[in-house]
């Protein structure tokens, strides 16, 4: 199993550009999660996802948007990128409530 | 107040030295993670606890409830367990087992 898979690993945008950081994982897991981790803070959650279909915002939602269609991908798009979303970004899943998070390797965004 | 606290939040230690990093916090949970972020990024899940004490190799997580404390231990440490260790809290009121993270704890352990 490759586990959590996100790409790319890193990217370069100019202000107003859009752009979807994927993340895909191939342990069926129905839980997945998207966070940003800036430099000396904890990681937060921008939204998450309890089963194909089904999305709902964390705590940090504004200015992205996310989709699960099925329960492998669960895409992140920026849509007007600003310098403020500079940040590393990890997607990560687990089987249930009572079952640790898997991370994916993270996403080095910059926006320039 | 954050409602997750780590101490220290950096930490130098010398190869073979017991290590203890705690965490805090202020909401009711229903689990406490511990994670551990590689110097190249990956995040690791160690730990996921809601009682008494877990042992791994040589780490060792324990959760007080009542007092809402946790502490990770790592006995005989060795420079391969240089990372930052994050606490998580999975709180009781919180939707989907969402977590709450620290900020971390830098380890640095020379040889």
């Known amino acids: 199993n490759a586990g959590v898979t996100q790409t790319p690993k890193f990217r370069i945008l100019k202000i107003g550009q859009s752009m979807t950081l994927q993340c895909t994982q191939d342990?069926?897991?129905?839980?997945m999660y998207w966070y940003r981790q800036d430099p000396g803070m904890g990681l937060k959650l921008i939204y998450y996802?309890?089963?194909?279909?089904?999305?709902d915002k964390g705590e940090v939602p504004n200015g992205y948007n996310v989709s699960r269609s099925t329960t492998e991908d669960f895409p992140l798009r920026l849509e007007l990128a600003a310098p403020s979303q500079t940040s590393v970004y990890f997607c990560?899943?687990?089987?249930?409530?009572?079952?640790?998070?898997?991370f994916g390797d993270g996403t080095r965004l910059s926006i320039l | 107040k954050n409602e997750v606290e780590q101490s220290p939040q950096n930490l130098t230690a010398q190869e073979g030295e017991f290590i203890t990093i705690n965490c805090s916090y202020s909401?009711?949970?229903?689990?406490l993670h511990w994670l551990q972020q590689h110097p190249g990024g990956g995040i690791v899940s160690l730990f996921m606890?809601?009682?008494g004490k877990k042992k791994h190799g040589r780490l060792i997580a324990t959760i007080n409830i009542q007092e809402k404390h946790s502490s990770l231990h790592i006995t005989a440490s060795h420079p391969r367990d240089s990372a930052v260790y994050i606490c998580?809290?999975?709180?009781?009121?919180?939707?989907?087992?969402?977590?709450?993270f620290g900020k971390g704890t830098k380890l640095s352990v020379k040889p």
């Open positions: 909401v009711g949970i229903s689990a």
């Open positions: 342990m069926n897991h129905n839980y």
């Open positions: 998580a809290a999975a709180s009781r009121g919180g939707s989907q087992g969402n977590l709450i």
């Open positions: 996802s309890v089963g194909a279909g089904i999305t």
């Open positions: 990560a899943s687990r089987d249930s409530l009572n079952q640790p998070q898997h």
């Open positions: 606890l809601s009682s």
